[in-house]
């Protein structure tokens, strides 16, 4: 499976900005995508991720309310709506595939495939 992600961009304090995961080369169905994002000098850290087939959904606690994540079939392409966009959301954001059949999991090393990085820059 091949993963393009893309909507990254500058915004200002309280903006919001849609990102777009373009999954190819494989059934969309048989995976969980998800979305990590990793500011400079941190880790890579889980925000959200639906699993294709069910719609289920798993969000993390720093952004519930104001990210979410969305999926539409008929263009295989998964979506993080991001909203009331803070500093602190400054990051790269990544999408990844998950193969693994025992729900939305949070750790980078659930997922298998990945895809290039976004850039999301949030201005005071």
């Known amino acids: 499976v091949q993963l393009q992600a893309s909507g990254g961009g500058l915004v200002q304090t309280g903006g919001s900005l849609r990102l777009s995961c373009a999954v190819s080369?494989?059934?969309?169905?048989?995976?969980?995508i998800g979305w990590f994002r990793q500011a400079p000098g941190k880790e890579r850290d889980f925000v959200s991720a639906?699993?294709?087939?069910?719609?289920?959904?798993r969000t993390t606690n720093s952004v519930k309310g104001r990210f979410t994540v969305s999926r539409d079939s008929a263009k295989n392409t998964m979506y993080l709506q991001m909203n009331s966009l803070q500093p602190e959301d400054t990051a790269v954001y990544y999408c990844?595939?998950?193969?693994?059949?025992?729900?939305?999991?949070?750790?980078?090393?659930?997922?298998?495939?990945w895809g290039q990085g976004t850039q999301v820059t949030v201005s005071s």
């Open positions: 080369g494989d059934t969309a169905s048989r995976y969980t």
């Open positions: 639906i699993n294709w087939s069910t719609g289920n959904t």
């Open positions: 990844a595939a998950s193969l693994n059949p025992r729900g939305i999991m949070t750790p980078l090393e659930g997922y298998d495939f």
